[in-house]
C-alpha cells in the first residue's frame, strides 16, 4: 500500500502517531489543515500559541480538542509555489 511505503521514510515515532490517529479517527484525515483559526477535523477553535508553533515547524503540534495533527495550509501552498518556480 502507498501509505505504508511512505510511512516507512518517517521518523519512528511519528509513523506511530500516525497510525495510532488513523485507527482512532477512522471517520476522518488523521493529519488537517488550521482554517480560519479552527481545526478542520472537529472545527474547535485552535489557540494562537498553537498557530503560531504550527507556522514555526520546529515541532509536531496536534489539535487539543481531538488530537489530530495539524498544518497550516498557505504554508504547504507556497512551498509548492516556490517549488515550481524553482524547477521552471
Not at 481531538?66 to 498544518?71: H, N, P, Q, T, V
Request: hydrophobic share 30%.
Amino acid at each position: 500500500m502507498e501509505r505504508d511505503q511512505e510511512l516507512a521514510n518517517f521518523p519512528k515515532g511519528l509513523a506511530e502517531q500516525y497510525k495510532k490517529l488513523r485507527t482512532i479517527k477512522r471517520t476522518g484525515p488523521a493529519i488537517v489543515p488550521i482554517r480560519k483559526e479552527q481545526c478542520s477535523g472537529c472545527h474547535m477553535k485552535v489557540s494562537q500559541n498553537t498557530i503560531n508553533e504550527v507556522r514555526r515547524g520546529q515541532k509536531l503540534m496536534t489539535c487539543e480538542s481531538c488530537s489530530r495533527i495539524l498544518y497550516i495550509e498557505e504554508v504547504l501552498t507556497d512551498a509548492s509555489s516556490e517549488q515550481r518556480a524553482a524547477s521552471s
